[in-house]
Protein backbone atom coordinates (compact mmCIF):
# COMPACT_ATOMS: atom_id res chain seq x y z
CA UNK A 1 0.00 0.00 0.00
CA UNK A 2 0.94 3.30 -0.71
CA UNK A 3 1.97 5.89 2.22
CA UNK A 4 3.74 8.92 3.57
CA UNK A 5 5.50 9.17 7.16
CA UNK A 6 6.07 12.16 8.93
CA UNK A 7 7.96 10.35 11.42
CA UNK A 8 7.85 14.08 14.21
CA UNK A 9 4.53 15.87 15.15
CA UNK A 10 6.76 18.81 16.24
CA UNK A 11 9.77 20.44 15.10
CA UNK A 12 11.46 23.40 17.38
CA UNK A 13 14.54 25.14 15.79
CA UNK A 14 15.85 28.05 16.73
CA UNK A 15 15.90 31.29 14.69
CA UNK A 16 19.03 31.48 12.18
CA UNK A 17 19.25 27.18 12.46
CA UNK A 18 19.22 25.50 10.15
CA UNK A 19 16.10 23.34 9.76
CA UNK A 20 15.17 19.57 8.66
CA UNK A 21 10.85 18.40 8.45
CA UNK A 22 11.61 14.82 7.57
CA UNK A 23 9.36 12.80 5.13
CA UNK A 24 9.45 9.48 3.95
CA UNK A 25 7.28 7.39 1.56
CA UNK A 26 6.66 4.24 0.22
CA UNK A 27 5.13 3.80 -3.51
CA UNK A 28 5.69 1.22 -6.49
CA UNK A 29 7.53 3.16 -9.17
CA UNK A 30 8.42 6.37 -9.47
CA UNK A 31 7.23 9.13 -7.10
CA UNK A 32 5.85 12.49 -7.29
CA UNK A 33 6.00 14.03 -4.32
CA UNK A 34 5.08 17.43 -2.82
CA UNK A 35 5.73 19.87 0.09
CA UNK A 36 2.94 22.11 1.11
CA UNK A 37 2.81 25.07 4.38
CA UNK A 38 -0.21 25.95 6.25
CA UNK A 39 0.45 29.15 8.21
CA UNK A 40 -2.25 29.51 11.05
CA UNK A 41 -6.00 29.77 10.00
CA UNK A 42 -5.20 29.93 6.37
CA UNK A 43 -5.23 27.43 3.77
CA UNK A 44 -2.31 25.24 2.03
CA UNK A 45 0.27 26.56 0.04
CA UNK A 46 2.56 25.29 -2.29
CA UNK A 47 6.52 24.64 -1.77
CA UNK A 48 8.36 22.40 -4.27
CA UNK A 49 7.93 19.63 -5.80
CA UNK A 50 9.52 16.56 -7.28
CA UNK A 51 8.83 14.90 -10.48
CA UNK A 52 12.38 13.41 -11.67
CA UNK A 53 15.69 15.07 -12.24
CA UNK A 54 18.02 16.97 -9.70
CA UNK A 55 17.69 15.28 -6.89
CA UNK A 56 18.13 18.71 -4.75
CA UNK A 57 14.47 20.62 -5.37
CA UNK A 58 14.78 24.65 -4.46
CA UNK A 59 11.15 25.67 -3.51
CA UNK A 60 9.41 28.68 -2.63
CA UNK A 61 10.62 31.12 0.54
CA UNK A 62 14.25 29.66 0.71
CA UNK A 63 13.17 26.18 1.13
CA UNK A 64 14.60 22.73 -0.64
CA UNK A 65 13.91 19.47 -0.53
CA UNK A 66 16.34 16.17 -1.34
CA UNK A 67 15.11 13.37 -2.97
CA UNK A 68 16.47 10.10 -1.48
CA UNK A 69 15.64 7.05 -3.50
CA UNK A 70 17.41 4.48 -1.52
CA UNK A 71 16.51 5.58 1.31
CA UNK A 72 12.75 6.86 -0.20
CA UNK A 73 12.90 9.77 1.70
CA UNK A 74 11.98 13.36 0.30
CA UNK A 75 12.99 15.64 3.56
CA UNK A 76 12.32 19.27 3.40
CA UNK A 77 15.11 21.91 4.51
CA UNK A 78 16.61 25.32 4.68
CA UNK A 79 19.40 27.02 6.01
CA UNK A 80 18.59 29.35 8.34
CA UNK A 81 15.65 29.60 9.51
CA UNK A 82 12.95 32.52 10.65
CA UNK A 83 10.41 32.74 13.29
CA UNK A 84 7.87 33.28 10.23
CA UNK A 85 8.83 29.70 8.98
CA UNK A 86 6.96 28.51 11.53
CA UNK A 87 3.24 26.60 10.44
CA UNK A 88 1.69 23.41 9.58
CA UNK A 89 4.07 21.44 6.47
CA UNK A 90 2.94 18.56 4.54
CA UNK A 91 4.12 15.84 2.70
CA UNK A 92 2.04 14.18 -0.25
CA UNK A 93 2.43 11.90 -2.72
CA UNK A 94 0.82 11.24 -5.74
CA UNK A 95 -1.44 8.51 -5.96
CA UNK A 96 -0.41 5.98 -8.55
CA UNK A 97 -1.94 6.09 -11.78
CA UNK A 98 -4.05 9.19 -10.81
CA UNK A 99 -4.00 12.61 -11.86
CA UNK A 100 -6.00 14.06 -8.78
CA UNK A 101 -5.41 11.61 -5.90
CA UNK A 102 -2.89 12.32 -3.22
CA UNK A 103 -1.58 10.67 -0.22
CA UNK A 104 -0.73 12.71 2.47
CA UNK A 105 1.48 12.78 5.59
CA UNK A 106 0.22 13.70 9.00
CA UNK A 107 1.58 17.05 8.83
CA UNK A 108 4.85 18.09 11.05
CA UNK A 109 3.75 21.04 13.09
CA UNK A 110 7.12 23.29 12.89
CA UNK A 111 7.88 26.38 15.74
CA UNK A 112 11.05 28.85 15.18
CA UNK A 113 11.95 30.23 18.39
CA UNK A 114 13.38 33.64 18.53
CA UNK B 1 -1.03 35.31 -2.82
CA UNK B 2 -3.26 32.02 -3.95
CA UNK B 3 -5.44 32.49 -7.10
CA UNK B 4 -7.96 30.36 -6.15
CA UNK B 5 -10.74 32.82 -4.42
CA UNK B 6 -13.07 31.12 -2.15
CA UNK B 7 -16.31 33.24 -0.39
CA UNK B 8 -17.21 33.12 2.64
CA UNK B 9 -14.54 33.07 4.81
CA UNK B 10 -16.31 32.09 7.83
CA UNK B 11 -20.11 30.79 7.87
CA UNK B 12 -22.18 29.52 10.55
CA UNK B 13 -25.11 27.63 9.73
CA UNK B 14 -28.07 26.13 11.65
CA UNK B 15 -28.38 21.96 10.97
CA UNK B 16 -31.75 22.83 9.23
CA UNK B 17 -29.99 25.87 6.90
CA UNK B 18 -28.97 25.64 3.33
CA UNK B 19 -25.74 27.28 2.15
CA UNK B 20 -23.05 26.95 -0.28
CA UNK B 21 -19.62 27.63 -0.95
CA UNK B 22 -18.23 29.04 -3.66
CA UNK B 23 -14.73 28.63 -5.57
CA UNK B 24 -13.19 30.60 -8.67
CA UNK B 25 -10.01 29.92 -9.94
CA UNK B 26 -7.99 32.16 -12.89
CA UNK B 27 -5.20 29.96 -13.59
CA UNK B 28 -6.44 28.06 -16.55
CA UNK B 29 -6.95 24.94 -15.00
CA UNK B 30 -9.78 22.42 -15.71
CA UNK B 31 -9.73 20.19 -12.89
CA UNK B 32 -11.33 21.39 -9.71
CA UNK B 33 -11.74 20.05 -5.90
CA UNK B 34 -12.95 20.07 -2.53
CA UNK B 35 -11.37 19.07 0.31
CA UNK B 36 -12.48 18.64 4.19
CA UNK B 37 -9.63 19.69 6.77
CA UNK B 38 -9.87 19.43 10.11
CA UNK B 39 -8.05 20.84 12.80
CA UNK B 40 -4.11 19.52 12.59
CA UNK B 41 -5.19 16.65 10.16
CA UNK B 42 -4.41 16.65 6.51
CA UNK B 43 -6.68 17.49 4.06
CA UNK B 44 -9.18 14.87 2.90
CA UNK B 45 -10.66 14.87 -0.62
CA UNK B 46 -13.95 15.21 -0.98
CA UNK B 47 -14.63 15.99 -4.99
CA UNK B 48 -12.94 16.12 -8.47
CA UNK B 49 -14.84 17.99 -11.22
CA UNK B 50 -12.32 17.28 -14.71
CA UNK B 51 -13.62 19.51 -17.55
CA UNK B 52 -16.38 20.56 -15.55
CA UNK B 53 -18.06 16.65 -15.42
CA UNK B 54 -17.94 15.01 -11.82
CA UNK B 55 -14.96 12.78 -11.99
CA UNK B 56 -14.70 11.62 -8.29
CA UNK B 57 -16.95 11.46 -5.52
CA UNK B 58 -15.13 10.45 -2.34
CA UNK B 59 -18.74 9.04 -0.95
CA UNK B 60 -19.53 12.01 0.34
CA UNK B 61 -22.71 12.06 1.97
CA UNK B 62 -25.35 13.70 -0.54
CA UNK B 63 -25.97 16.63 2.10
CA UNK B 64 -22.99 18.00 0.57
CA UNK B 65 -23.67 18.49 -3.39
CA UNK B 66 -21.28 19.93 -5.71
CA UNK B 67 -21.71 22.19 -8.81
CA UNK B 68 -19.45 23.22 -11.27
CA UNK B 69 -20.65 25.74 -13.23
CA UNK B 70 -18.11 26.38 -15.92
CA UNK B 71 -14.69 25.81 -16.10
CA UNK B 72 -13.74 28.89 -13.81
CA UNK B 73 -16.42 27.96 -10.70
CA UNK B 74 -17.47 25.39 -8.49
CA UNK B 75 -19.75 25.25 -5.84
CA UNK B 76 -20.37 23.56 -2.61
CA UNK B 77 -23.95 23.53 -1.63
CA UNK B 78 -24.41 22.52 2.38
CA UNK B 79 -27.82 20.99 3.35
CA UNK B 80 -29.31 19.87 6.92
CA UNK B 81 -25.55 19.50 7.94
CA UNK B 82 -24.61 17.99 11.48
CA UNK B 83 -22.00 19.45 13.73
CA UNK B 84 -19.53 17.18 12.90
CA UNK B 85 -19.66 18.79 9.66
CA UNK B 86 -17.84 21.74 10.95
CA UNK B 87 -14.03 22.03 9.32
CA UNK B 88 -12.28 24.08 6.92
CA UNK B 89 -13.43 23.58 3.50
CA UNK B 90 -10.77 24.12 0.91
CA UNK B 91 -10.95 24.41 -2.94
CA UNK B 92 -8.22 23.50 -5.09
CA UNK B 93 -7.23 23.53 -8.99
CA UNK B 94 -5.04 21.70 -11.31
CA UNK B 95 -4.36 21.00 -15.01
CA UNK B 96 -6.04 17.69 -15.17
CA UNK B 97 -4.05 15.72 -17.47
CA UNK B 98 -0.13 15.44 -18.37
CA UNK B 99 2.26 13.94 -16.14
CA UNK B 100 0.89 12.78 -12.53
CA UNK B 101 3.16 15.99 -11.77
CA UNK B 102 0.17 18.01 -11.80
CA UNK B 103 0.47 20.99 -9.07
CA UNK B 104 -2.71 21.13 -7.07
CA UNK B 105 -3.07 24.43 -5.69
CA UNK B 106 -5.25 25.58 -2.87
CA UNK B 107 -7.20 28.06 -2.10
CA UNK B 108 -7.53 29.86 1.83
CA UNK B 109 -10.89 28.04 2.43
CA UNK B 110 -13.92 28.54 4.08
CA UNK B 111 -14.34 28.08 7.80
CA UNK B 112 -17.85 26.08 8.44
CA UNK B 113 -19.10 26.04 11.95
CA UNK B 114 -22.74 23.89 12.50
CA UNK B 115 -24.44 24.99 15.55
Known amino acids: AQSVAQPEDQVNVAEGNPLTVKCTYS??????LFWYVQYPNRGLQFLLK????DNLVKGSYGFEAEFNKSQTSFHLKKPSALVSDSALYFC????????????WGAGTKLIIKP | DTEVTQTPKHLVMGMTNKKSLKCEQH?????MYWYKQKAKKPPELMFV???????INESVPSRFSPECPNSSLLNLHLHALQPEDSALYLC??????????????FGEGSWLTVV
Open chain 2, 92 to 105: ASSHPTGTSGNTIY
Open chain 2, 27 to 31: MGHRA
Open chain 2, 49 to 55: YSYEKLS
Open chain 1, 27 to 32: VSGNPY
Open chain 1, 50 to 53: YITG
Open chain 1, 92 to 103: SVRDIGSNYQLI
